[in-house]
């Protein structure tokens, strides 16, 4: 049977996954910060402060043709305007809704799972369909092309049981863009802390998705730091930053350390060399994301 052939039954949101909304926000920052609109402000005392409360600032309003994106843009621009600007975990807050602070409870973006989804509809991704939910009738947006899902579950599937430090190419996608590599990695990370990334696993062996996962928290300890590999294992210090920034299980194998070093040579390639601060950014983030299960 083809892949285009299968009809993927599923397609509900998940209510009851708080991780991925704040994966989603998360997500959103990343984005703005790889299409260079927000970038951390230029402060050298900034490196006093945990990476994911450094400051950030809006350093292209352009649109980006993306409604969420832009959305959390204007939104960004609009506090600077107000003489205020905030940290990466801040915003990741407050976009999410979870703050105590009542006036600024405006910045949170509302319905993200439900617009993305509609978003992939009109790009031919997803469908949309009602389905009888107890006495409701309840929209949910199955999968409408499979060879896409097949694609990126593929692509996170490679980049987490490849096993020598020459990352394989389709790993890393065929976007053809500078910074496919740490969208690469993003796009495990998140999926791993927004807890989805076992759906992609169901072809694997028992054993070879704790390998996985052990790799997506090797990944995931060395890039939710700044300068990306300094949590490497090689002193107490490094070792106790590592311990601190898991959520998954196991410990690390020398062949998995070798793999994930490989794959920070294929993003320090795309920084040519030069600290960049969206990707510094981006490296706040995903500490943020790393300590998703202590958050909520």
């Known amino acids: 049977m083809k892949i285009s052939d ?35 402000v230029k402060d050298p005392n900034r ?28 939104m960004m621009k609009g506090q600077e305007a107000a003489g205020e600007k905030m940290a990466v975990n801040s915003w990741i807050d407050l976009l999410s809704g979870e703050t105590w602070n009542v006036m600024k409870i405006g910045f949170q973006l509302k319905q993200v799972r439900e617009r993305l989804a509609k978003g992939l509809v009109d790009k031919g991704v997803l469908r949309t369909e009602k389905r009888n939910f107890l006495l409701f009738d309840m929209a949910t947006h199955p999968i409408a092309d499979m060879r896409t899902k097949e694609t990126i579950i593929s692509r996170l599937v490679t980049l987490l049981t490849f096993t020598t430090t020459a990352v394989p190419p389709a790993a890393l996608g065929k976007d053809g863009t500078q910074a496919r590599a740490t969208r690469s990695v993003c796009l495990a990370i998140a999926a791993y802390a927004a807890s989805v990334l076992d759906n992609a696993f169901g072809r694997l062996t028992y054993e070879e998705r704790e390998a996985a996962f052990q790799r997506c ?8 730091c700044w300068p990306f590999g300094s949590n490497s294992a090689g002193n107490g210090s490094s070792s106790r930053k590592r311990d601190a920034a898991r959520i998954g299980m196991g410990s690390s194998s020398t062949g998995s350390r070798e793999a994930v070093l490989g794959l920070i040579q294929e993003v320090k390639k795309e920084m040519n060399g030069d600290e960049d601060l969206g990707f510094e950014l981006i490296a706040g983030v995903l500490e943020v994301l790393s300590k998703l299960d202590s958050l909520l």
């Open 6 to 40: 299968r009809v993927d039954k599923q397609g509900y949101l998940s209510f009851w996954n708080d991780n991925i909304s704040y994966a989603l926000r998360g997500c959103i920052l990343i984005e703005l910060a790889l299409r260079r609109r927000i970038a951390l």
């Open 47 to 74: 490196r006093q402060l945990p990476i994911s409360e450094r400051i950030l600032e809006v350093i292209d309003e352009r649109g980006t043709g993306e409604t969420l994106l832009d959305e959390a843009l204007k």
């Open 217 to 224: 928290d090797d990944i995931l300890a060395e890039f939710a």
